[in-house]
């Protein structure tokens, strides 16, 4: 069984004329992606255009791939940025640069028995960077250094945040 670097070296190689290598390279990665997507997106029809869109962009732009970070780490990243350029097609209101939390804040009065169904909803709440170092770091079990590479922030700097998202939610949930 090859292993992952193996795989993309040949997939390059094989390009544009052999796709069967390509599948069986993201095959593995497909319903983690999609999932990602759709928490990110908060539309699963959304979500399918964009795993879809993130497979093209991948598919023809693999032969430039080099390993400055992990396949998996770069195509998220392609990810990330096709949500980006949907929720700008969407023209929704929900990117934020700023640490401001209190404009996105759940009703107080709301009373969740469901502790679970609670922190699903907070962090639908955070803003589109806070809630994709959640999803990349819980979901996808990515490490601080990937998440950075995928935001082109420093580690230090997606430690932060999620360190303020992780007080924020414990605040919250209490």
Request: proline letters at 2%; glycine letters at 0%; a positive charge.
């Amino acid at each position: 069984m090859l292993n992952e670097r193996q795989l993309v070296v040949l997939v390059q190689e094989r390009l544009p004329y052999d796709t069967r290598l390509f599948q069986q390279l993201i095959t593995p990665y497909l319903p983690s992606l999609k999932g990602y997507c759709i928490k990110l997106l908060n539309n699963q029809s959304d979500a399918e255009d964009v795993v879809q869109e993130t497979l093209i962009k991948t598919l023809k732009n693999l032969k430039a791939f080099k390993w400055v970070v992990s396949f998996r780490a770069w195509l998220f990243k392609i990810a990330y940025n096709e949500c980006i350029n949907k929720i700008r097609e969407r023209r929704w209101d929900i990117i934020e640069n700023n640490e401001e939390y209190i404009e996105n804040l759940i009703n107080e009065e709301k009373d969740f028995e469901d502790p679970a169904y609670a922190l699903s909803e907070l962090i639908q709440h955070l803003s589109l960077i806070d809630r994709n170092i959640m999803l990349l770091r819980y979901r996808n079990e990515m490490s601080f250094q990937e998440i950075a590479n995928i935001h082109y922030l420093k580690i230090s700097a997606v430690k932060m945040r999620h360190k303020r998202v992780i007080e924020f939610l414990k605040e919250k949930l209490k």
